[in-house]
């Protein structure tokens, strides 16, 4: 995906709809308010809902998880992987279990229009409708020791990153090699956040067709 989404639902409003699936368990709101973020670029920090002590925790991180060793060797800097697709690599493997699982709120994101006659880099924007309901990404995130940006220097920082897989029938003529993991029910999200690793990674599939819409194009930005 083109590495761009929104989250512009307020943090009360995340603990309600996540409190469906673990209700009595609490959720802590651990970034207190937060403005609307109707575009979310790679390293920029986002809220994620991780399990912690005492129940669930709506935290700040920064995306993008760490780099393979492989693609590291003469860069000085690691700006991070942003999306996972193969699960398979040990490289992503150690991140897979429950500890290292979180649920990304969302409520649009954004590909590169590859429709036939699309302008250079026209935005296309999707939703599951054009109210924009909240929905959470299947994601990963760790805490992690790098050099992000040079100017910063070394930083240890919460990081994190969300899953692929192959794009459905609202997304393929857009995009046709791959779209995010969304997740809309609570049997979902709890399954995400609770399962073993090989039960929860069957959610690891594309959305039902139908479920999507194009809510904005040419835009940088979804602020409705």
Request: aromatic content about 6%; charged content about 15%.
């Amino acid at each position: 995906m083109s590495n761009t989404y929104s989250m512009t639902a307020a943090p009360h409003l995340i603990r309600d709809v996540i409190g469906v699936a673990f209700a009595g368990e609490g959720v802590s709101l651990d970034i207190g308010n937060l403005a609307p973020l109707p575009g979310i670029y790679p390293d920029h920090a986002a809220p994620i809902l991780r399990l912690g002590k005492g129940g669930l925790r709506l935290t700040l991180a920064r995306w993008g998880m760490p780099s393979p060793q492989s693609v590291l060797a003469g860069r000085r800097t690691d700006p991070g992987v942003t999306n996972l697709r193969n699960t398979a690599s040990p490289h992503w493997q150690r991140w897979l279990g429950p500890a290292h699982r979180c649920l990304v709120p969302v409520t649009s994101f954004a590909e590169i229009d590859s429709r036939p006659g699309a302008p250079r880099g026209h935005m296309v924007w999707m939703a599951l409708g054009p109210d924009r309901p909240l929905a959470f990404l299947a994601g990963v995130w760790t805490e992690w020791s790098s050099v992000r940006r040079l100017k910063e220097g070394l930083v240890t920082a919460d990081l994190f990153g969300f899953l692929t897989c192959a794009p459905n029938r609202d997304v393929a003529p857009v995009h046709p090699k791959a779209m995010p993991v969304i997740l809309t029910t609570p049997a979902e999200w709890r399954q995400w956040l609770t399962a073993p690793a090989p039960l929860a990674l069957q959610l690891q599939r594309p959305l039902p067709d139908g479920m999507l819409r194009i809510v904005a194009e040419g835009t940088r930005a979804d602020a409705a």
